[in-house]
């Protein structure tokens, strides 16, 4: 038979007008429809791939399904496919029609080529029109019996397409336990993957209302079964071994020669060309052996390796996702990775994305016996070609001149990079500059003399002018020009575009001021003037307050602008460690992707990250709005830390905020209440003695100090079990998976410190509180407990993690809870339980 | 770094005696298997979609791709995104985007390792990757995605399988000349799996004649720093096999120095064990091309090659010169030598030449230098000037110079094959050995 028409052989690539075509091919296709001249399954095929064609670039084909339909009765197996393409594309929107298909369908499930039945089954599953899954079950009961193995893969699946479409029809039809004898008993490995993700799906989601579901899923992690799944490993495919190897994280091993069983039958895995299968072995191994500190640590030694050549040998978009995961080791462990820096060291032609991950890298693991080959490299990266990891790079030696004691060789560095005149370079080390001089005041005198040499008119980044101007003010002494630098900014006052800069103006004229008034004098009047008419709040209201505080008394101004300076010991970590420990638990998952726990982006359905994000950045500055989010408490407690040790609160910020994730929010949010809390702080060193000025201090302190002086309602008591009991291993569980419910942090008493010294009396006074110690460690001046405690005549567990740091005298628990809603009053009980401690 | 080292108290374990039914009580809160992937675009390098796969009864709409496409650069480079409503995987393959949505958490390296698996499979059925070829064989592409994932769930993505099931383009239009509208023209051979423990070997390949290579492909990465100094020098290396043999061959391939290798990673179908205890690759061979096992040789002393750039700047001016030679003879010819470099955005105009091979700069700043072989009688040298852009003294970013070489029959590691034994013989067999080195990331910085 000739083909209909010439042009539908060789259809054009170019875009269809639309309708007219579609109506085209419905007459071509109906033509075809009955006829078996020889090589009509040619001209179908034409048909068909134009008709998918349309369909793929968009083009609503679906007037032409009776015709498809028609058509697809053929052995060919390719037209049956496209067939299939097309029907499940488009069965959703015409149920009627759909009915049509299914008959044809359900033949094909008879077909004598297994491949033509477990096709047609798949795709009969794939319809998921509801008012047809009575059509189902005839051909899944019979898929899954099939004697072809690729028939009956499909068939596992197909219960679970299944399930979701009606979860009755497929329990009544007691597939579930269909699917469990063939997991235990069918020879193909393929088909007992299936059942397993099929199973765990199925289970899992009756587990809330069917009490036999929740037996069935606990079984899943039953010893014998995932000895069954482990010791068959290898006969999987790479995804199911994957699948199984998830189930094993959850698998709780009985006891130690367990867990080293398990560890010898994955052992090779670690070895797996596919980097979905080591990254996965490297969870069980990591959580296996949580518990066993020495362990670990060989675990660490062992997984390094293979972890180290994925990242070297794979794509850039697998290294970046393997550098994530050991980003996160590296943070945990540093010393294990020392020795292996080289493997960070940046290639020319790695991504960015890629680079900036190594940057982070070289920071965590830089030590004392690297730091000077590391900071050799990264300053060779800042004369880089890409800007964006210039400054990244610069960025990395400052975080390790902070973090590290011995600072000499790499002070030199960062002041080379000024030498370099390149305006960015010189930004980024500017800011450095100022934060490495808040922690080491010593290097002022190195330092100051190199930044006295650049012109400010060279620099307009806002960050890093507002950086230089803050030298200016603070070692306004030990520069001959101080004050005349200033005077020149403060005339430009309004040319100058950013309100952090202008804030910085005002505070660096004022401690100018103090140390050489006669030179300052005018200029600060300039300034004060200015910053009363700036159109911003804050330069306004800071202005205001500068001047009346001056108008007080110009000693309290001083101490409460220009105080004593106090080197800052620690900056505050982006993360805690709370934070951070839970994105280890979620080992191979998104959360270490974003390096933020899942609860943080993905409890709500249809919320983005990006509106997570927008909270963590904002510090709520009202203890309502920070009970809500626990996270931002998490960030408030560490700001509380910096603003004792600090009177430049925004900086701090500048630096803190900046992780290089990419969803952090921007800085810009949070600026207002930074700015509030950074006044609220410089308020309670003058306090007492401006009481009676016409300024309201009380108002700006009871804004500024939130959670931590505000007391908390005390809840209803708790009542506890004091025989509770919970073995270690059900509380490792528990720990694993259940989310914090609340973070606080106390001071211990002195008496309560003095009695640290035998650790074991903290155990014993809790336990007359009922709350019982399950485990304790550490060192003078650290220690850790685990403590749990159970509500009375109730199964319900409190689990604690408490670290006491004797030198600084202070509790930080963290609280776990079956019931979230009396966690808070556990907290409290705890809290009193405590600060008894050490009373006679 | 403060390390609490934490102890299990005797009395909890006490506790656990007396209360054996408490672990029962304790609630799991582990998470959901849902669908992983919902479903596969793949995208033109003008951001159209060629092809979509929905892979869950979770519809993605396609305007997902248009929010990915109008994303700022340094963002939609990143391989994992989070849009509005998904989660987004995207591998970049020749231009072509594998973009992958989820709406639930999953393994991120899973779903990229099955992106690149797609892109691999699709390349090496299609022998290559473009717009035109997608296009042209989309259904191919579908039959393929098929096969590899079953509602969001990774299934078979070994080549060997796939192969089996669904023939490649061209055998495809050969075969129907000959039997056309025929029945289906694989399924005699479709994998039973059944009984079969090798997953990547098809039921019973027959050759009549019996052959095998192995080739060792190294590429050699090394940092050269501003100092002159080699800071990294390390070989990542492959052996690349391929085979055609009848029935169940089962190999056994030694080294003469296995003690070099370093961070191993096996095709599937290596036994671990022998390897483990004398260092044997022990195993039965995948059906064609395949790779049985990368590995990566570190802290190498030398390079073959040597590059001395010097620029020395003056008011406005550059002087550049670059000499390539040979600090290492391998013993073979290395061949192939360029180096490339990018000229820092601030360099108006530049005047290079050299005295051996050809010099281009393209319009991108990138020049090149093509060198080819060392001549025996002189150092290839390139020299010239660089102008600076107005008001620029002295150059204050440099350019890092890309090596290229390539050396045949010989492994820089130093890694040699000894034997490669099989256990029965099959008649009129022929075994072949290659060896090549090449440069990967070779960076010399100025």
């Known amino acids: 038979m000739p083909p209909p028409a010439a042009s539908a052989r060789y259809p054009s690539p170019s875009q269809p007008s639309g309708k007219s075509e579609v109506t085209d091919l419905k007459s071509q296709l109906r033509q075809l429809a009955g006829s078996r001249a020889p090589g009509v399954d040619d001209s179908k095929r034409d048909l068909f791939k134009k008709v998918i064609s349309y369909m793929t670039i968009g083009i609503d084909v679906s007037s032409v399904f009776g015709e498809m339909v028609m058509c697809s009765a053929t052995s060919d197996i390719v037209l049956k496919k496209m067939c299939y393409l097309y029907v499940g594309n488009y069965a959703k929107g015409n149920p009627d029609l759909s009915l049509l298909t299914i008959n044809f369908l359900q033949r094909d499930c008879k077909d004598e080529d297994p491949m033509i039945r477990g096709l047609a089954l798949r795709s009969l599953c794939s319809l998921r029109v509801p008012n047809l899954v009575e059509y189902l079950l005839g051909p899944l009961g019979s898929g899954l019996k099939d004697n072809n193995s690729y028939v009956r893969t499909i068939a596992v699946t197909g219960v679970l397409k299944l399930y979701h479409i009606s979860a009755s029809t497929c329990i009544d039809a007691e597939f579930p336990a269909t699917l469990k004898s063939l997991m235990l008993h069918d020879s193909d490995a393929q088909v007992v993957a299936n059942c397993l993700a099929a199973l765990q799906e199925i289970w899992s989601l009756e587990a809330s209302h069917s009490e036999e579901a929740c037996r069935e899923k606990e079984s899943l992690l039953s010893k014998p079964l995932i000895y069954y799944f482990l010791n068959r490993i290898k006969e999987f495919n790479e995804w199911a071994q994957c699948l199984i190897l998830e189930l094993a994280v959850k698998y709780v091993p009985s006891d130690s020669n367990d867990i080293f069983d398990i560890m010898n039958l994955l052992e090779d895995r670690l070895q797996h060309a596919n980097g979905a299968v080591v990254l996965a072995t490297v969870k069980v191994f990591l959580q296996l052996t949580l518990s066993m500190t020495d362990v670990h640590q060989q675990v660490y030694e062992r997984i390094k390796s293979p972890l180290l050549t994925l990242v070297s040998s794979g794509s850039p978009e697998q290294s970046y996702a393997i550098l994530s995961h050991l980003h996160l080791l590296v943070v945990r462990a540093p010393f294990i990775f020392a020795s292996d820096y080289k493997h960070f060291y940046c290639q020319y032609n790695e991504p960015s994305y890629v680079k900036k991950l190594k940057l982070e890298m070289l920071t965590a693991i830089a030590n004392e016996s690297n730091t000077y080959e590391i900071v050799t490299e990264l300053c060779e990266y800042a004369a880089n070609v890409d800007i964006e990891i210039a400054r990244e790079s610069i960025r990395a030696v400052g975080k390790i001149a902070l973090q590290q004691y011995d600072v000499n060789a790499i002070v030199d560095r960062l002041l080379q990079f000024l030498e370099m005149e390149k305006d960015y370079v010189t930004a980024e080390t500017l800011v450095l500059v100022k934060d490495l001089l808040r922690k080491h005041p010593q290097w002022s005198h190195d330092c100051i003399s190199v930044v006295g040499g650049i012109s400010s008119k060279n620099i307009q980044e806002p960050k890093a002018k507002a950086a230089l101007i803050w030298m200016l003010g603070e070692y306004a002494q030990d520069m001959s020009d101080a004050p005349y630098i200033l005077e020149n900014l403060i005339e430009n006052w309004e040319e100058e575009h950013s309100a952090e800069v202008r804030l910085h103006l005002l505070t660096a004229a004022m401690k100018c001021f103090f140390k050489r008034a006669p030179e300052t004098q005018k200029a600060l009047g300039i300034a004060l003037a200015a910053g009363i008419a700036d159109f911003h709040q804050d330069v306004h209201d800071r202005a205001l307050f500068y001047y009346r505080v001056l108008q007080y008394d110009v000693h309290v101004a001083e101490r409460v602008v220009s105080p004593p300076q106090q080197a800052v010991s620690a900056f505050a970590d982006t993360q805690s460690s709370e934070i951070k420990d839970r994105i280890f638990d979620e080992f191979n998952s998104l959360s270490v992707i974003y390096q933020k726990p899942s609860y943080m982006f993905t409890d709500k359905e249809h919320r983005g990250p990006f509106e997570f994000s927008d909270e963590l950045g904002n510090i709520p500055i009202t203890p309502e709005a920070s009970s809500e989010i626990v996270p931002a408490q998490q960030y408030e407690a560490n700001d509380k830390d910096l603003l004792l040790s600090t009177d430049e609160k925004d900086d701090n910020k500048g630096l803190s905020s900046n992780n290089g994730s990419a969803y952090t929010a921007p800085y810009e949010s949070s600026n207002i209440s930074s700015q509030m809390q950074e006044l609220a702080i410089s308020g309670p060193a003058a306090s007492a003695t401006t009481t009676q000025s016409s300024f309201d201090f009380d108002d700006l302190l009871g804004l500024g100090l939130s959670t931590a002086s505000v007391p908390t309602p005390s809840p209803p008591l708790l009542k506890l079990n004091p025989r509770a009991s919970l073995d270690p291993r059900a509380f490792q569980q528990k720990w694993r998976q259940l989310p914090i419910s609340s973070t606080q942090e106390y001071s211990v008493n002195p008496q309560g410190i003095a009695a640290l010294t035998v650790p074991q009396s903290l155990i014993k006074h809790m336990q007359s509180h009922s709350i019982h110690c399950i485990a304790s460690g550490g060192q003078s001046p650290n220690f850790k407990f685990f403590f749990f405690a159970q509500k009375e005549a109730e199964p319900s567990d409190y689990l604690t993690e408490c670290i006491i740091n004797s030198s600084s005298a202070k509790a930080q628990i963290k609280v776990k809870a079956d019931e979230q809603s009396t966690s808070q009053a556990f907290a409290t009980v705890f809290e009193t339980a405590l600060s008894k401690f050490g009373m006679p | ?446």
């Open chain 2, 1 to 446: 770094m403060n390390r609490l080292f934490v102890c299990f108290h005797g009395n909890g374990r006490r506790k656990q005696a007396s209360n054996q039914g408490e672990g029962i009580t304790r609630q799991s809160c582990d998470s959901i298997r849902r669908e992983m992937l919902q479903c596969i675009f793949l995208l033109s390098d003008s951001g159209e979609v060629m092809l979509e796969k929905q892979l869950t009864g979770h519809r993605v709409d396609r305007s997902i791709c248009a929010w990915f496409w109008d994303q700022p650069d340094s963002f939609k480079s990143l391989p994992v995104i989070a849009s509005p409503t998904h989660y987004l995987f995207q591998i970049v393959r020749d231009g072509i985007t594998f973009l992958a949505c989820t709406q639930v958490e999953m393994p991120p390296l899973m779903a990229i390792e099955f992106l690149c698996r797609v892109a691999d499979v699709l390349s090496d059925y299609l022998g290559g990757l473009n717009e035109d070829l997608v296009k042209d064989n989309f259904i191919i592409v579908y039959e393929l995605l098929d096969e590899m994932i079953d509602n969001g769930f990774p299934l078979t993505t070994e080549p060997n399988i796939l192969r089996e099931m669904i023939a490649p383009p061209n055998l495809v239009s050969k075969m129907l000349s000959v039997v056309t509208g025929n029945a289906s023209n694989v399924s005699d051979t479709l994998p039973s799996g059944a009984g079969s423990c090798v997953p990547w070997r098809p039921t019973d390949p027959k050759y009549s004649s019996n052959e095998v290579y192995v080739d060792l492909v190294e590429e050699m990465d090394a940092i050269v720093n501003r100092d002159g100094e080699l800071v990294k020098c390390e070989v990542y290396g492959e052996v690349q096999m391929s085979s055609q043999l009848t029935g169940f061959p089962d190999l056994t391939l030694s080294f003469a120095n296995p003690s070099v290798l370093e961070d191993m990673r096996f095709h599937p179908c290596v036994r671990f064990r022998p390897w483990e205890s004398h260092q044997v690759l022990s195993f039965v061979p995948p059906d064609g091309q395949f790779k049985l096992m990368s590995y990566r040789v570190k802290k190498l002393k030398n390079t073959p090659l040597y590059v001395k750039p010097q620029i020395t700047s003056d008011s406005g001016t550059c002087r550049v010169s670059v000499l390539v030679g040979i600090r290492s003879d391998p013993g073979k010819t290395i061949e192939s030598i360029t180096l490339s470099f990018q000229l820092p955005h601030c360099v108006s105009s530049a005047d290079l030449s050299s005295n051996h091979g050809t010099v281009t700069i393209l319009s991108n700043k990138i020049c090149t230098w093509t060198i080819g072989r060392i001549p025996s009688d002189k150092t290839p040298c390139l020299s010239g000037t660089l102008a600076l852009e107005t008001g620029l003294e002295r150059l204050h970013v440099y350019p890092t110079f890309k090596v290229g070489f390539k050396i045949m029959g010989i492994a820089l590691s130093g890694l040699r094959i000894e034997k490669l034994d099989l256990k029965t013989i099959p008649p009129r067999l022929y075994k072949g050995f290659r060896a090549q080195t090449r440069a990967g990331e070779f960076d010399v910085r100025l």
